[in-house]
């Protein structure tokens, strides 16, 4: 079982940086393939970034340039990394994490509120 814990949210201007983390128990956290996933009112859920065990890195074209994933084994956490937000960006986020990378994702954080004002 892990558990996944969501943190750094929270109320910024458009143009402004947010990183988020996401802390994971277990002592095989280095296996995982992370994700990060966004809802927005009214909207369904949407994959934001992922990054395998191995360091191979997925994007949405939606933040492509702007967001970077990154994790830290050592610590059991992953990072996102958002970068001139915009008010399209405001959403709840999610980490996520799964065993195997073609898999369904099996472990889902309580979720952290980003909202981009303008």
């Known amino acids: 079982q892990v558990q996944l814990v969501e943190s750094g949210g929270g109320l910024v201007q458009i143009r402004e940086s947010l990183r988020l983390s996401c802390a994971a128990s277990g002592r095989t956290f280095s296996r995982y393939f992370m994700g990060w996933f966004r809802q927005a009112p009214g909207k369904e859920r949407e994959f934001v970034a992922a990054?395998?065990?191995?360091?191979?890195?997925y994007y949405a074209d939606s933040v492509k340039g702007r967001f970077t994933i990154s994790r830290d084994n050592a610590k059991n956490t992953v990072y996102l990394q958002m970068n001139s937000l915009k008010p399209e960006d405001t959403a709840v986020y999610y980490c996520?994490?799964?065993?195997?990378?073609?898999?369904?994702?099996?472990?889902w954080g309580q979720g952290t509120q980003v909202t981009v004002s303008s």
């Open positions: 996520a994490a799964k065993r195997q990378i073609n898999g369904p994702y099996d472990y």
């Open positions: 990054m395998s065990g191995s360091g191979g890195l």
